[in-house]
């Protein structure tokens, strides 16, 4: 158990629908990373969250949002889905000394249909 | 806009054989970051690596940074089957001022490594 918890594991859904994933970090960390995942993209960065706010924002569509919640538990809605949506989303958390480095969630692998 | 880039991208190796995959990056960094990924699963941290000519090794696997020339290697010793993994470097960010808060991580493309017997 690497410390940051991401729920569902598995998601199928229908093209237009709307779903919500979910992720606590590691205990501690007051960072949260959204990646999403696909063989086409790669590994890339959607959004951080730090202690309730938003740092930064890399490639997150305008039908994707997020929020981090003041126990630091965060959320990843995405919405409108389309079928180049489905991926795998992994959500990472971070804080403390440099040598804690990143550390990763087990996924949530979303399929649009 | 900071370019992560790793070569080779796909590497099938002998059992016993030694061989390194590289990791260029663009910008100025001195947070490299190296993982491991089975099929389908989470991403499992290697290596940390915070200085310009850090060397950490575990195993069979060792890395290494040299920030002036921006890059990094993975070097694998007597690879065996068990190593057959999808590797990835990753870049971080740099801190706000204070250095307690990261910023987000680049990815390289991801090295697919296949261990042959």
């Known amino acids: 158990d690497s410390g940051v918890t991401q729920t569902p594991k598995h998601l199928i859904t229908a093209t237009g629908q709307r779903v919500t994933l979910r992720c606590s970090p590691r205990s501690g960390d007051l960072s949260v990373y959204w990646y999403q995942q696909s063989l086409d993209q790669g590994l890339q960065f959607l959004i951080q969250?730090?202690?309730?706010?938003e740092r930064a924002k890399g490639n997150i569509l305008e039908r994707f949002s997020a929020q981090q919640f003041p126990d630091l538990h965060s959320e990843l809605n995405l919405s409108s889905l389309e079928l180049g949506d489905s991926a795998l989303y992994f959500c990472?958390?971070?804080?403390?000394?440099w040598g804690r480095g990143y550390t990763f969630g087990s996924g949530t692998r979303l399929t649009v249909v | 806009e900071l370019k992560v880039e790793q070569n080779p991208l796909f590497l099938s190796m002998q059992e016993g054989k030694n061989y390194t995959i590289y990791c260029n990056y663009s910008?100025?960094?001195?947070?490299l970051y190296w993982y491991r990924q089975d099929p389908g699963k989470s991403l499992e941290s290697l290596f940390v690596l915070l200085s310009n000519g850090a060397v950490k090794q575990e195993g069979r696997l060792m890395a290494s940074l040299d920030t002036k020339a921006r890059l990094s290697t993975l070097h694998i010793t007597a690879a065996v089957h068990d190593l057959s993994a999808t590797y990835f470097c990753?870049?971080?960010?740099?801190?706000?001022?204070?250095?307690?808060?990261?910023?987000?991580?680049?990815f390289g493309q991801g090295t697919i490594l296949t261990v042959h017997p």
């Open positions: 990753a870049v971080g960010a740099e801190a706000n001022a204070g250095g307690t808060s990261y910023g987000k991580l680049t």
């Open positions: 990472a958390s971070s804080g403390g000394t």
């Open positions: 910008t100025t960094s001195d947070r």
């Open positions: 969250y730090y202690n309730g706010e």
